[in-house]
């Protein structure tokens, strides 16, 4: 587009600069510029250089022209940003409260494009009669180097310039001299980065599988739908096992057919290599993958590949959801219930919601895929918004594991203080002993020291929020039990206020302390561990995993990364080894991610020919996530939550705001936090807010940084973006930094 204005937002993440600001387009760069590019630009009184987007083209001039400032160049190797992309980025902007240009660097997860690998080939100019006398003439002469060269030549007239400096060993300066002789040339061709495992070329290919009629029927119905040139929301639920892959593929395949392509997002990068091999198995080259595992130099060039067109598949976690694809047809969201897909860094975006919005935007369709649908996309479900279909059954026949759910106060009753039961140890024996293999889960993340009584099961709770208390330790070791979203507080117990037992304390446990334990029972066993400590190195996801499923060990310990969605048909048994660490964080999602998690780690087992069986251990049997999670009910699961939800107004029934103000001094800090609240009141009191707060967050304090949040409820999601808004003007006018205040809609994680 020619014009002689642009709009440019400026590289700068502050309230005061979020609006573009108009610049002269110099007559060098008249016809050069497009939307969305980035340019150098003079900025402020200094004008100092700075980097911004450009936004719009225009004739229109919008103040005195006299005073505009020019563009000062056109960023080298810069990313631009298409106009969907601008679209998408505003969207964020408007619905999470967060800067344009935060929105944009979301939405263009490579900033910069890197130099491609460039590959050098020595070829020989000479025929082959030549080569091979000029062979014997450097032999005759002693010009090894040269000699061998020639050799290899007489079997491979281009050489890898690589081979030719490191196995044959022969210097550059030898290669420009046999150059300067008019003997060989030097060939120069950029390549892309391989971000493929090395042996992924190597597999064997991939062979049909015939769906079954329930997979066929919804592969039919989303691809008759959008052949008619209808776009929808389909929510696939279908057990672990049930092969929802597989109806992935499917769809994938049917949309390349129709010149379309796809994003598929998976939770945990230890997915990435399982999901890539089939993948890799079914469509070869299309198929790339983008996380942030790869380098710089890696993501510049999936991205490059993707906005050329060069691959029809994108697969990664939350960030693969940018793909610049042109002829986007389809978004698959697996495991659309994981927590990971919400960012935690601002803008707080949910993968979910703005990949509705980019299927909006691009005329395409949105795929959810869940054994444990989240209560949000199943409430959308029940309102007519989304389209559901269900796979009840598993694949090839296989049964749903036996589940055992042990009781832990009945463990203590009898003696047995160990980490695990009766029950767990002796199954673990019996599959030492039949060759098969055990995974041993402990659902750790999200941990926040809960108080329990090992004796009855009672947990200390909040009075007013239906939240397990956290329990604090102060320097002089004084505890203390807090509520992290009113401020409730309580000093800690000694003895059960149920039962009055001694053994009321915080669960502690680890998997190096459960690793170590096993070694000492069973000294035969081959253990592997996988958590946060032993995959922080480049390819240890797939080492760990590729280990166990080759049955280099008997047993696998870990966190949530090794319950979603992996598949090893010797795993038979599967421990859960305390439900409770997840059951009780101190958050109202505690019930549905305990669902989630305990219905996930039991699908690991059986999932072949043989029979899986499952130990949940817990010390409150009776609730309702772990007696549904152990019946593999989902539906009756649902409605006893959202009953809850809906009586203490949770999401998705009604809808939260988070307010977290930071502050390096404490008291100013506090006072922010208080006015705020007290506004947000004011202002919209006729609205029937719920205001919850302010308070001390979860941490208190990190970086020497105070942290005070407060919580919005209510049931409109537009009368808490309202309150946002006027939030943001306030803010803005009392000139407080705006990285100051935080706000994060229907958050997943305490603060």
């Known amino acids: 587009m020619t014009g002689r204005f642009a709009n440019i937002i400026v590289d700068i993440s502050h309230e005061k600069v979020d609006r573009p600001f108009q610049y002269r387009i110099p007559e060098a760069l008249m016809g050069k510029l497009a939307v969305g590019m980035a340019v150098i630009i003079p900025f ?177 119905s989303i691809v008759e739908d959008f052949r008619a040139g209808v776009r929808n929301t389909y929510l696939i639920h279908g057990v672990t096992g049930s092969g929802k892959t597989e109806v992935y593929m499917e769809l994938i395949e049917q949309m390349i057919g129709m010149g379309r392509q796809a994003i598929m997002l998976i939770p945990e990068i230890a997915l990435t290599y399982q999901t890539l091999v089939r993948f890799y198995r079914r469509f070869g080259e299309k198929v790339s993958v983008m996380n942030s595992r790869l380098s710089a130099g890696e993501r510049s060039d999936q991205y490059e590949r993707a906005a050329r067109g060069d691959i029809d598949i994108m697969i990664g976690p939350r960030s693969a959801l940018f793909t610049p694809f042109e002829r986007l047809g389809l978004v ?43 209560i949000e996309s199943y409430y959308r479900v029940k309102k007519g918004e989304i389209s559901l279909f269900t796979l009840k059954e598993r694949l090839a026949g296989g049964q749903l594991p036996k589940v055992y759910v042990e009781d832990l106060r009945n463990e203590l009753k009898s003696g047995n203080r160990s980490i695990f039961s009766r029950r767990l140890y002796s199954l673990i024996a019996d599959r030492l002993q039949k060759g098969e293999q055990t995974i041993l889960f402990l659902n750790r993340r999200g941990y926040a020291g809960f108080v329990s009584c090992r004796a009855c099961g009672h947990v200390m709770k909040c009075p007013h929020c239906d939240v397990s208390l956290s329990e604090h330790t102060d320097r002089f070791r004084n505890s203390k039990l807090v509520c992290h979203y009113c401020g409730y507080m309580t000093l800690g117990v000694t003895n059960c206020p149920q039962c009055g037992s001694k053994y009321i304390l915080g669960f502690r446990a680890g998997t190096q302390q459960i690793e170590e334990l096993l070694h000492k029972e069973f000294p035969t066993a081959r253990v592997l561990r996988m958590d946060a400590d032993t995959t922080r190195t480049k390819n240890s996801y797939e080492r760990i995993l590729s280990q166990f499923a080759n049955e280099g060990a008997d047993i696998l310990v870990g966190t949530q990364m090794i319950v979603k969605g992996h598949d090893f048909a010797k795993v038979t048994l599967v421990g859960i080894l305390a439900a409770d660490m997840s059951l009780h964080t101190g958050d109202y999602r505690a019930g549905e991610r305990t669902f989630q998690l305990l219905t996930q780690a039991a699908g690991r087992a059986g999932r072949s020919t043989l029979p899986g069986e499952v130990v949940i251990q817990t010390y409150q049997p009776e609730h309702y996530a772990v007696v549904h999670a152990a019946n593999q009910d989902y539906e009756h699961f649902y409605a006893d939550e959202i009953a809850y939800r809906d009586l203490m107004m949770y999401p998705p029934v009604a809808h939260m705001m988070a307010v977290l103000v930071l502050s390096d001094n404490e008291k100013a800090g506090a006072e922010q936090a208080r006015m705020l609240a007290e506004q947000a009141k004011q202002q919209f009191g006729d609205q029937r807010l719920v205001l919850i707060g302010p308070t001390e967050a979860c941490i208190g304090k990190i970086n020497d940084i105070y942290r005070y ?43």
Not at 340 to 369: D, F, Q, T, W
Request: proline share 3%; aromatic share 8%.
């Open 709 to 751: 949040i407060f919580y919005i409820k209510h049931r409109e999601y537009q009368v808490l973006t309202a309150v946002k808004d006027a939030l943001e003007q306030t803010i803005h006018a009392m000139k407080w930094n705006a990285d100051s205040v935080q706000f994060d809609f229907d958050p997943m994680n305490n603060y």
């Open 44 to 220: 402020g009184l200094g004008n100092k250089r700075m980097k911004g987007y450009v936004m719009e083209i225009t004739d229109r001039v919008e103040y005195d022209e006299k005073k505009l400032k020019y563009v000062d160049s056109i960023v080298k190797d810069g990313v631009s940003a298409r106009g969907d992309t601008l679209r998408l980025a505003w969207w964020i902007r408007e619905n999470y409260g967060s800067t344009m240009i935060a929105a944009l660097k979301t939405v263009l997860p490579v900033k910069k494009k890197l130099k491609q690998v460039v590959k050098k080939t020595v070829v020989c100019k000479v025929d082959m009669c030549t080569a091979t006398a000029k062979a014997e003439e450097f032999e005759k002469k002693h010009k090894n180097e040269k000699a061998r060269l020639r050799q290899e030549w007489a079997t491979q007239p281009a050489l890898p310039y690589t081979l030719v400096t490191g196995k044959l060993n022969v210097t550059s300066q030898t290669i420009q001299a046999l150059v300067k002789a008019g003997l060989v040339e030097v060939q120069a061709e950029g390549t892309y980065r391989n971000v493929l495992p090395e042996k992924m070329a190597e597999l064997e290919g991939w062979k049909k599988k015939q769906l079954s009629e329930s997979q066929s029927a919804i592969v039919n």
């Open 332 to 374: 698959i969201i697996d495991e659309e219930h994981e927590n990971s897909y919400k960012s935690e860094s601002m803008p707080k975006y949910h993968a979910r919601e703005v990949a509705g919005e980019l299927c909006r935007i691009k005329n395409a369709s949105l795929v959810l895929g869940s054994a444990t649908p989240s």
